[in-house]
């Protein structure tokens, strides 16, 4: 049995979370605490294989919003689970907050493939640009879905925020986004092995060379040094690929310096690119391609053939229109009708008439063209000659019709479009859909009520669908008048239906007295259920008028509209409804009592659940429990984790977990003496879930179980109470038979932590279970008792890799100077994460005496992983004697090496420190100038107050933070007056800074 199966998502967390009021009452501490040990059950959850659990959990974290991040961001940080840290990347993403930017960054260059990827989707959906030089870097990553993510990361950012940082006057970053640094890495990526990268690449080149942004701010000598010669150059040679992916480039670039290059490769008939050179000229829309592009309207190539068409369409001005008109004089290579469907977008009534007259023709292609080159002329006077065309018998010249109606119809033209949403054809039938949504914006509601009114029903019920939730007064007293005069039910139903969708409490009285008089069950059963989504109390008085009405379609609207209300008074009819004869208005009630949360339920629900013997209402019924939270419950709930359906069971296990009630315990208790060894299982996990000591005699019985799986089980909820009155029976069960009992009994001990237990955990280093053994380990490290540390030592020799680690680590926690030896030797083993974990207990030790083999790691080109943890241990021991082997790294090539390097020089505090420090406040990264100049402030010398200045206006929030707070350590007056004007930052924990320097300065 699974114990992880215990994490249940509280779904009703993902739908609602309950705000914290910010405050120091007994009842803000209180909901506080409730809501870090909510977040804290969600973020376990994060850790499980169970992928429908975790993206509840993800759901769930986003909820809480805010209250989450410090806690997910000290897991990002900290956190030894890859998976995990992976996971948190994501909800940081999902959450959007830009405090999570800095630390997302530094794990952009992380080993672990799957947190790169989600750091750098998390970075975009942030959407600020101080994230976009790393993610520039990434476009290095070895990895291909890095890259990729990377790409699509940097044009979601550069979409959303270019234009803005330009609105704000941050040139700055613009100028560092578009330098040619920048660019010459993006141009490199158009060579990328992956398409989305070289795709993606091409549109950040774009972006960075917007006319309407870059231009203001750079000339257009600056433009030319930014790479676009560099494209231009690259093209026309023999790399195939690349000429595809420069010419995508140029074309989104849009610079007509490249038309003449572009025409070039145009010529060359069996050059790569041709199709891509064709896209490009269009964009670019320069007339001086009009000869090439029509001579490429008769290329071999069927794809240049259709690219060049489009193009041709696609130069956007009347002089583009009179260009291709005159090579059309002398050039017979297109016919009058291709030129016409690629008339360009111009308010012109000859051009309209010229092309009716192509309607005439007996070639459906040319009419379907025609139609198409009328709508986009976007003029309505087209409206009336496209409707004649909808009785065409060709399929497509009608769907062609209906999409132009949609961009150039009339009003008149919702009724004739209303006809196609039943017709046979799925095509025409969304076509037309999607062109009233068109005619919707553009006309509003007013011909849609026109169409109300039709003789033809079927247009005046999609009438109604298509305005349904309309607050107009106009809409609103128009449907009050349909339900009172409307002899057809099925315009009735669809009227009182848009009234529930329009939540206007206008509607409520109309409704009331329809619903007396109504006789069509179909319609009673609308108007039922638009009372309940208005919820309005006034509803729930003839609502409890129809709970018992003959017809199951109309109680089962009352029944549900009801339980939206949530009246009280309700309560008695609902329980009555329980015992109706089809199953499917049980589960109803059911489901409507949970909604209304009354404890007068609960003794219905309980022997609704023993009798009843459908899947729906067992889980409609538990549901309501659960959200009642009843005690008396628990026994009936407890019969259900017997339950046949694996369902009906999970439900039942969520619903016990979940009824806090102190008066749950003791029904829980006596399940433990059930005959299925499943359920006393189940029942023990959940008993420790739940946390109550008052179980723990009972589960220290249940140790001595004939069944291995519920001594397990037992273990685990034994540790989760963490009560001392167990530690004496779990160290009678370390010897257990069963390997995996004994393992979850040391890893029980160890969580409640009594020394008592250390020397029967020495015991089991020796075990035959190398699952024990590394229980055991971790188990002595949570105590933390000096009299494990010679045993300890002996496992460092064992055969397992992952118990010399559990070994190691444990030492590091007990944090005796003995161990020091015999983990400076396990320095020269092969394996990295043996070597790592060393490092990071040495560091918990606090002793330089190892330093100079860890000095060694710096100078050897190990992995980044361990190069990390080698410096971070000189920050932690404080050993100056790795200044100068630090400094030698502090332009490493990656980025996190940069960052750790910076922390740890802050640390040390040597003056030797202060220049190299200085010079990485230039540094590319955001996170290693903020890095930077927090050492800085540590080493509180004033040479470096001048850089520090120069960094409060940094495009960076988090730079511009650090450096307030590190000129406020250092403490020069001279600082105040530049301090002062970050009081205004739009930023709130920059001003929050800026402040606290201030004060800091003055005294």
């Known amino acids: 049995m699974n114990s992880d199966k215990n994490d249940i998502i509280d779904k009703s967390a993902i739908i609602?979370?309950?705000?914290?009021?910010?405050?120091?009452?007994?009842?803000?501490?209180?909901?506080?605490?409730?809501?870090?040990?909510?977040?804290?059950?969600?973020?376990?959850?994060?850790?499980?294989?169970?992928?429908?659990?975790?993206?509840?959990?993800?759901?769930?974290?986003?909820?809480?919003?805010?209250?989450?991040?410090?806690?997910?961001?000290?897991?990002?940080?900290?956190?030894?689970?890859?998976?995990?840290?992976?996971?948190?990347?994501?909800?940081?993403?999902?959450?959007?907050?830009?405090?999570?930017?800095?630390?997302?960054?530094?794990?952009?260059?992380?080993?672990?493939?799957?947190?790169?990827?989600?750091?750098?989707?998390?970075?975009?959906?942030?959407?600020?640009?101080?994230?976009?030089?790393?993610?520039?870097?990434s476009l290095r990553d070895e990895n291909r879905k890095v890259r990729s993510t990377a790409a699509k990361s940097l044009n979601f950012i550069l979409d959303a925020k270019l234009s803005e940082q330009l609105a704000s006057g941050n040139e700055r970053t613009l100028r560092r986004i578009g330098d040619n640094n920048t660019i010459q890495m993006l141009i490199r990526s158009l060579k990328d092995d992956s398409f989305k990268v070289r795709r993606k690449a091409s549109e950040v080149i774009d972006k960075i060379y917007d006319i309407s942004v870059v231009d203001k701010i750079l000339s257009k000598k600056e433009r030319d040094q930014k790479g676009l010669e560099s494209l231009i150059e690259l093209l026309l040679g023999n790399n195939e690929q690349l000429n595809r992916n420069i010419a995508w480039a140029l074309g989104t670039i849009g610079d007509p310096r490249a038309v003449v290059p572009l025409i070039l490769l145009l010529k060359e008939r069996y050059q790569a690119g041709r199709e891509e050179a064709v896209e490009a000229l269009g964009k670019i829309g320069d007339t001086r391609a009009l000869i090439a592009l029509i001579r490429a309207l008769k290329d071999e190539n069927t794809r240049v053939k259709k690219k060049a068409n489009w193009a041709v369409g696609n130069m956007s001005d009347k002089n583009g229109l009179l260009g291709i008109t005159k090579i059309l004089g002398k050039i017979d290579m297109i016919s009058p009708i291709e030129l016409e469907s690629n008339l360009p977008k111009v308010d012109d009534i000859s051009a309209i008439e010229r092309l009716s007259k192509a309607l005439d023709e007996n070639n459906s292609k040319s009419q379907e063209r025609a139609i198409w080159a009328l709508s986009k002329l976007g003029d309505t006077r087209a409206s009336d000659i496209i409707v004649n065309k909808l009785n065409e018998p060709s399929l497509l010249c009608q769907k062609e019709a209906i999409i132009a109606l949609g961009d150039v119809g009339k009003a008149n033209s919702i009724q004739v479009l209303l006809k196609f949403l039943n017709h046979e054809d799925i095509i025409l039938s969304d076509s037309a859909r999607i062109a009233l949504r068109k005619l919707n914006e553009r006309w509003g509601i007013t011909p849609f009520i026109e169409a109300m009114k039709s003789e033809n029903d079927f247009i005046r019920s999609k009438a109604l669908e298509f305005i349904k939730t309309s607050q107009s007064d106009e809409l609103i007293n128009h449907l009050i008048e349909i339900l009172k005069e409307e002899d057809v039910p099925e315009i009735r139903a669809k009227a009182a239906w848009a009234l529930g969708w329009s939540r206007n409490s206008k509607a409520i009285e109309p409704l009331i007295q329809a619903l007396k008089r109504e006789k069509s069950k179909e319609v009673k059963s609308e108007i039922a259920w638009a009372l309940g989504w208005i919820k309005n109390p006034r509803s729930v008085e003839p609502l409890l008028e129809i709970v018992d009405d003959e017809n199951d379609i109309v109680r089962s609207a009352a029944i549900r509209s009801l339980g939206l209300l949530r009246d009280p008074k309700s309560v008695p009819a609902l329980i009555d409804a329980l015992n109706d004869p089809i199953s499917f208005i049980q589960a109803d009630a059911a489901k409507s009592l949970g909604k209304i949360r009354d404890d007068k339920a609960v003794e219905a629900l309980i022997q609704k659940l023993k009798s009843s013997e459908y899947q729906l209402v067992l889980e409609n019924t538990i549901k309501a429990l659960e959200k009642i939270g009843a005690s008396q419950a628990v026994e009936p709930l407890v019969e259900m984790l017997k339950h046949e359906s694996p369902e009906i069971k999970n439900f039942a296990e969520s619903a016990l977990k979940n009824i806090r009630d102190k008066k749950a315990v003791q029904p829980l208790v006596k399940a433990l003496q059930d005959d299925d060894s499943e359920v006393r299982g189940d029942v023990a996990v959940l008993l420790g879930n739940i946390g109550d000591k008052e179980a723990t005699e009972s589960l220290i019985a249940l140790m001595k179980d004939t069944d291995a799986t519920v001594r397990s089980d037992a273990a685990i909820a034994l540790g989760n109470l963490g009560d001392p009155k167990a530690v004496d029976q779990l160290i009678e069960k370390l010897d257990d038979l069963n390997n995996i009992v004994r393992s979850k009994v040391a890893d029980a001990l160890g969580r409640i932590r009594d020394e008592k237990a250390v020397d029967a955990l020495i015991k089991k280093l020796k075990d035959s279970s190398i699952n024990v053994r590394i229980s055991a380990a971790d188990a002595l490290g949570r105590i933390g008792s000096v009299k494990g540390v010679d045993a300890l030592i002996e496992s460092l020799k064992d055969e397992d890799i992952v118990v010399k680690r559990e070994a190691i680590k444990s030492l590091g926690l007990i944090g005796e100077e003995k161990a020091l030896n015999p983990l400076i030797e396990m320095l020269k083993q092969e394996d990295d994460t043996i070597r790592k974990e060393t490092i990071i207990s040495l560091g918990f030790i606090g002793s330089p005496k190892a330093s100079s083999q860890i000095i060694q790691i710096l100078k050897e080109g190990s992995s980044q992983k361990l190069l990390k943890e080698a410096i971070k241990f000189f920050g932690l021991v404080h050993d100056t004697q790795a200044v100068s082997p630090l400094i030698e790294l502090i332009n490493h090539d990656k980025e996190a090496i940069r960052v750790e390097v910076a922390n740890s020089l802050g640390y040390l505090r040597d003056a030797k420190a202060e220049w190299p420090l200085i010079e990485l406040l230039n540094d590319t990264k955001p996170t290693v100038r903020a890095a930077a100049a927090e050492a800085l402030g540590k080493l509180g010398r004033v040479k470096a107050v001048e850089p520090l200045l120069h960094l409060l206006k940094d495009d960076s929030k988090v730079v511009r933070a650090k450096a307030a707070e590190a000129l406020g350590d250092i403490g020069s007056t001279k600082s105040v007056k530049d301090l002062e004007g970050l009081l205004n930052d739009k930023w709130d924990f920059v001003r929050e800074k800026a402040k606290i320097a201030i004060e800091k300065i003055k005294g």
């Open 16 to 137: 609602k979370k309950t705000p914290i009021k910010k405050g120091k009452t007994k009842e803000d501490l209180k909901a506080k605490k409730i809501q870090n040990k909510n977040i804290k059950g969600l973020i376990k959850t994060l850790k499980r294989d169970d992928v429908e659990a975790r993206n509840l959990a993800k759901k769930a974290l986003v909820a809480f919003g805010e209250d989450a991040v410090e806690t997910l961001l000290d897991l990002l940080k900290n956190s030894k689970n890859k998976m995990l840290q992976a996971e948190v990347a994501e909800v940081l993403g999902m959450i959007g907050t830009r405090r999570a930017i800095y630390d997302l960054i530094q794990v952009l260059t992380d080993d672990y493939e799957e947190l790169r990827i989600k750091a750098a989707k998390a970075l975009g959906s942030i959407g600020d640009t101080s994230a976009a030089f790393a993610l520039i870097q």
